[in-house]
């Protein structure tokens, strides 16, 4: 049953929210497993924050108590093999995160086989993961596990029906800071598993110059320069809502703008004004229906916060076997 290539995992994690992640190296520290955590590192997550949200959930669904059914049912020494299968087409997002789930609630090594990876498109009946470790374990886990790895994969099949209508066009679906609470690297991550890229993380590693910030400026142009003389050096993107707003911070030397609200007629005035100046982006009225309408405009990226906040899960299910 075991890969012969990937080592056992060790069990558990740091069980308090480790805080070992200061140095770039020290998150093979924590309790994931290296490997592991590498994989997890090579993806452009942060191993110490996964494991950290997958003992938050597993201390919300336990409750600093147990897991009264399974303990009442399941023999302590009994050993089963999980397999986390697909219930329907999509993509898949979250299966390291997921393993990392485990982790943190086996209290004995674990082998794991690996059928998929993140990205790839999966049908019904397809089994993406394998793990065999103890029975109660697996149980206890199961529900914070596959929480997180429907949620990502619904995010991820999203992402890539919009990556597929804008095929052949220049442009890239991307997301929004419209993110649930604590998993936004782990949302955005499922983004790009889809074939979308990222917008700004937070509000500090980009500016985004919107209405209200507009407002209390005394205008376009006047906002984004104050963020300019303030931040020289961080990237700006400033929304419009007319042809003439776009005029005004072009010329102020804006980096990228979005085009709030703009019909596709309007993106390609925009797109022929600025001549290649600055990026463009289009966000709001964007549908699958019309994006590619929008993409053949030229404009570079089209916002989609829905990505995020509105996607349904990707079902997938954890089916217990007897251990071979």
Not at 219 to 247: C, K, N, S
């Amino acid at each position: 049953m075991t890969t012969p290539d990937l080592p056992l995992v060790p069990s558990g994690g740091c069980g308090d929210g480790c805080g070992c992640g200061a140095g770039e190296e020290t998150y093979l520290e924590c309790g994931l497993d290296p490997a592991l955590a590498q994989l997890l590192a090579d993806a452009g997550l942060d191993p110490v924050e996964v494991e950290d949200i997958a003992n938050v959930a597993i201390q919300e669904d336990l409750a600093d108590g147990e897991d009264v059914t399974t303990v009442a049912t399941i023999p302590e020494d009994a050993v089963a093999t999980a397999d986390f299968t697909a219930r329907e087409a999509g993509v898949v997002a979250g299966l390291r995160i997921a393993e990392a789930v485990l982790s943190v609630v086996c209290t004995e090594e674990f082998e794991v086989e690996r059928h998929a990876e993140d990205g790839d498109r999966v049908e019904p009946g397809q089994v993406l993961l394998s793990v065999t470790t103890r029975t109660r374990d697996l149980l206890t886990a199961e529900r914070s596990a596959l929480n997180i790895l429907c949620r990502l994969s619904g995010i991820a099949t999203a992402t890539r029906a919009w990556a597929d209508a804008l095929e052949g066009t220049r442009a890239k679906v991307r997301d929004t800071r419209k993110t649930t609470p604590g998993l936004r690297s782990l949302e955005k991550y499922a983004v790009r598993c889809g074939g979308g890229v990222n917008h700004r993380m937070s509000l500090s590693d980009a500016a985004l110059v919107k209405d209200n910030h507009v407002i209390a400026a005394g205008g376009v142009a006047q906002a984004f320069q104050a963020v300019r003389e303030r931040f020289p050096d961080v990237p700006i993107e400033v929304e419009v809502d007319t042809l003439h707003q776009l005029r005004e911070v072009l010329d102020a030397g804006a980096d990228l703008i979005l085009l709030d609200n703009f019909t596709p007629g309007e993106c390609e005035e925009a797109v022929a004004l600025v001549k290649g100046r600055a990026a463009l982006e289009a966000s709001g009225r964007l549908t699958l229906d019309n994006a590619k309408a929008y993409a053949d405009t030229g404009v570079d990226y089209l916002a989609v916060g829905a990505l995020t906040h509105s996607s349904p899960i990707l079902d997938i299910g954890l089916d217990l076997r007897a251990a071979e």
